[in-house]
């Protein structure tokens, strides 16, 4: 399958945009992570690889988390070893100390720890309240800023919560700013149930920017549960954000989460910055025929709409 060619539309020059943006691609971890099957580690490796191979820079590997709580991912130790060495970025997520040990063990230079806006979220997918997780982080990210390790910090239930509904802009921008203040790099802004919508997340990032958070930390993670998600992207690129989280076909979701659906898929994300003129450096045609194959592996067509644009006559 080939992309090129396809008259795609000619980019009409907008101030507002950014040039380039860096896609941090998630389908290894966020979307395998949510898969009723485990996938064999050679075929994540050989996802991890193909995702590279389509240009494709900051690619998130995996979870060292307790096995028991995301079994998809127990086989971390036997999948970093057989990417560690590609030329990309692999943050992998670490929710605490014992986790950070287990990915410098062998070499991570970026790890993620993930916090939650809301007290539900929280205990579901830490065990925790908000403020005993951002107590378990602190020490993962002192000794990683020690190890000049890059850390992101993720921030779910952005924007709506299952259990609780909407969430209030302070609750968010507070968290952000715990995570900034411990010393965080990046924050990923997750809307993990996939409720945002363009107006909230403007009058999210307007908080943010009010607290003094600067946009150039922020990147965004949107599910398209309500197909808002590429929507609500170009509203945070208007605001300065140039970071965005995709994964590669659409895959995800989250185990802790009840109504989590997919994430925004990379292709249709790489489809809309095209045509929008902005730089991405990935191969749309590559893109598509690695998640075309992981398709394969899963046993069903990829939910991106791009994929299916592309590739109708090979699912
Ligand atoms: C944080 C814990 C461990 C707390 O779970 P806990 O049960 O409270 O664990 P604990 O601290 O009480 O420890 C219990 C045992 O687990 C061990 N243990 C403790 N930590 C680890 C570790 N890292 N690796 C291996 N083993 C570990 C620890 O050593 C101990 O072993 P024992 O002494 O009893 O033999 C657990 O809740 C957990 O692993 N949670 C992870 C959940 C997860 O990965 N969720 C998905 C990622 S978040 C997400 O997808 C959202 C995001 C990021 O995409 C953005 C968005 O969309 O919003």
Known sequence: MNAAGLGLPMAVPDEKLPARVRIHEVGARDGLQNEKAVVPVEVKAEFIRRLAGAGLTTIEATSFVHPDWVPQLADAEQLFPRVG???????VLVPNLRGLDRALALGARRVAVFASATESFAKANLNRTVDEALAMFEPVVARAK??????????SMCFGDPWEGAVPLAQVVGVCRALLDMGCDELSLGDTIGVATPGHVSALITALADAGV???ALGVHFHDTYGQALSNTLTALRHGV?????SAGGLGGCPYAKSATGNLATEDLVWMLRGLGIDTGVDLGRLVATSVWMAAHLGRPS???TVRALSHQEQ
């Open 85 to 91: 060495g590609l030329p990309v970025a692999l943050p």
């Open 146 to 155: 020690a190890e000049d390790v890059h850390v992101r910090g993720y921030l």
């Open 214 to 216: 600067p946009v150039s």
């Open 242 to 246: 140039t970071t965005v989280d995709a």
């Open 303 to 305: 939910p991106s709409r």
